[in-house]
């Protein structure tokens, strides 16, 4: 069992950059990862890391603009998502998810992730 708490979601310029935080209690050997959903849109994936952090995965439409990686203290883990040059279709609902399935990150698919969090709004302006 693992819970997830998103946080640094809020309003950004366009150019701008971000980081995401997400605590994770419980377990601290899941693959952990980030998604994002915006209104009216299916859920996408945005990056993962692997338990180790070994291994990171990027969409492509992230790639080179954003970096995950974690740190684990105690009984807990957070995984950050740094995001740079915003743009205003990276407006989305950010959620953080944790999976442990015994195959590497890059094959992962949403469902393969059995723990989300509630979400973290990232807004980008025009």
């Known amino acids: 069992q693992v819970h997830l708490v998103e946080s640094g979601g809020r309003l950004v310029q366009t150019g701008g950059s971000l980081r995401l935080s997400c605590i994770a209690s419980?377990?601290?050997?899941?693959?952990l990862a980030w998604f994002r959903q915006a209104p009216g849109k299916e859920r996408e994936f945005v990056a993962s890391?692997?338990?180790?952090?070994?291994?990171?995965?990027?969409a492509d439409s992230m790639k080179g603009r954003c970096t995950i990686s974690r740190e684990k203290a105690g009984n807990t883990v957070t995984v950050y998502l740094q995001m740079i040059s915003l743009k205003p279709d990276d407006t989305a609902v950010y959620y953080c998810?944790?999976?442990?399935?015994?195959?590497?990150?890059?094959?992962?698919?949403?469902?393969?992730?059995?723990?989300w969090g509630q979400g973290t709004q990232v807004t980008v302006s025009s």
């Open positions: 419980g377990r601290t050997d899941y693959a």
């Open positions: 998810a944790a999976g442990d399935k015994p195959k590497p990150i890059t094959m992962y698919t949403s469902d393969d992730y059995q723990y």
């Open positions: 890391i692997s338990n180790t952090a070994l291994t990171t995965h990027y």
